[in-house]
């Protein structure tokens, strides 16, 4: 099955506009989109050795995909297998720098131009790659193709809007995805989608979101900050995007006279953003600080702004109810729930949860989470459960006890990836020998 004109005519194109995509990268650079120390990375050139032996490479693109993947490398590296993680932006960078084990590699995915993905393939020479979610780039996947290296779509995700868009290039769709050896689906749903699609081997594993651990926090940062909050009825706003930061405030501003004592944190889905929700708190009167100023939740602080890298795990631990970001703006479909469900947190979201559509959907039928459609839903939810924490406590295990029950796709992962996993030890111990 041959590419057709649309992948032949990207091909070209982004061939001919590799000058321009390094232009971008200075471009990004300049905006703190790049980090300025590995930008050859993302031109394709290593950024360190690569070890003389069998490789597994796996990409997420960025913090949600790149944490998914926790559980995968441990179970891959317990192998004794090298293991190579890349991504695409700065924060899961700063994130994974914290969180891979010793002796996993992380680099930079390049750009999708021909040149950068060959330079990539031909340095690294993965024996099987482990791509996340829905990153279907087609130089990567047809490079990866002409060096006939294994390739599985772990974790798969096909959104019904994805699957409408892909639905208008049937011949391109078809061979980006029988590029895959197999395609782990997080739901029937999902591969039922990327089947109708022209993925030639699909299956369903489930969601390995449900196997990550909840994110850790500093012992030390933590017994500070409960310190300070002790007494205080606190709600979190987490990975919040332009848009949604205003009705957050709004919120706030509405719960703030029947508890006065109300503390609201903001974390930003991107934290170099912090300055401008500081900006937009102070233009409504509201005592703020900074988390990346190195400023503390003091009793007169009404609103935190937590811009920092990580940190979730601490202030998800610190709050009684959570509201996730990117699902009251509708570009974006809702970040992941699964984190603050482990750590205690009764869920609130808005209607714009199409990326996690499944999850949602399970926390809302058991009472864990519940929709709010605006700043004035929100502010009522909010409210009901801060004035009654028996109600948000029930609600908070509800989530939890959901989440354990959807456990087990790591297993069932590590399962079907076995075949491949096998050909790749065999490799290693021939190279050895």
Known sequence: MGKGPILTGYRVLTGLLEPVAAGLLVWRRRRGKEDPTRLAERRGYPGVRRPNRSLVWLHGASVGETVTLLPLVARLQKRGLTVLVTSGTVTSAKLLAARLPAGVIHQYLPLDVPRYMRRFLDYWRPDLGLICESEIWPNLLIEARRRDVPMVLVNARMSERSFARWYKAPRTSRFLLSCFDSCLAQSRGDAERLAQLGAPRVSVAGNLKFDVPAPPAD??????????????????????????????IAAHLGIKPYLPNLLTIIAPRHPQRGVEIEALAQANDIAVARRAAGEMPERDVELYIADTVGELGL???????????????????????IEPAKLGCALLHGPFVHNNADIFAAFDQDGGARQVADAQGLAGAVHRWLSDPASARQAARAAAQTSAQLGGALGRTMQALEPLLMRVALGQRDAAS
């Open 219 to 248: 012992a030390d940062t933590l017994a500070i900050l409960d310190g300070l909050t002790t007494g205080r009825p606190v709600w979190i706003a987490a990975s919040t995007h332009p848009g949604e930061e205003e009705q957050v």
């Open 315 to 337: 202030l998800y631990r610190l709050s009684q109810v959570a509201y996730l970001g990117g699902s009251l703006v509708p570009a974006i479909g809702g970040h992941n729930p």
